[in-house]
Nanobody, 126 residues
Framework: QVQLVESGGGLVQAGGSLRLSCAASGRTFSSYSMGWFRQAPGKEREFVAA????????YYADSVKGRFTISRDNAKTTVYLQMNSLKPEAAAVYYCAASSMSGIVALRSRNEYRYWGQGTQVTVSS
């Protein structure tokens, strides 16, 4: 079992930055690939970014490529999402998830994730 808790959300002006954190419990964090998803009101939960269990491979949605960075610290059992140049459409609840999938591109699918956090709210003001 893996328990995930997101933090770091809040209110930010358009063009600003936020860093989200996802803390994982247990001793097997490094065995999982990790992903970030987001869900805005009235919309489906969508893929944002993923990182392999080693941290050597990353994959991003086209909408955030070049502005968001996913990283992980296995010693701290934590994954991060650095969000820069935030746009109003980035406002959503952001969810952290863990997967045993080895293929990095496959991690764009919600179906590949076994564990999910409760989410953290990101609000972007114009």
């Amino acid at each position: 079992q893996v328990q995930l808790v997101e933090s770091g959300g809040g209110l930010v002006q358009a063009g600003g930055s936020l860093r989200l954190s996802c803390a994982a419990s247990g001793r097997t964090f490094s065995s999982y690939s990790m992903g970030w998803f987001r869900q805005a009101p009235g919309k489906e939960r969508e893929f944002v970014a993923a990182i392999s269990w080693t941290g050597r491979s990353t994959y991003y949605a086209d909408s955030v490529k070049g502005r968001f960075t996913i990283s992980r610290d296995n010693a701290k059992t934590t994954v991060y999402l650095q969000m820069n140049s935030l746009k109003p459409e980035a406002a959503a609840v952001y969810y952290c998830a863990a997967s045993s999938m080895s293929g990095i591109v496959a991690l764009r699918s919600r179906n590949e994730y076994r564990y999910w956090g409760q989410g953290t709210q990101v609000t972007v003001s114009s």
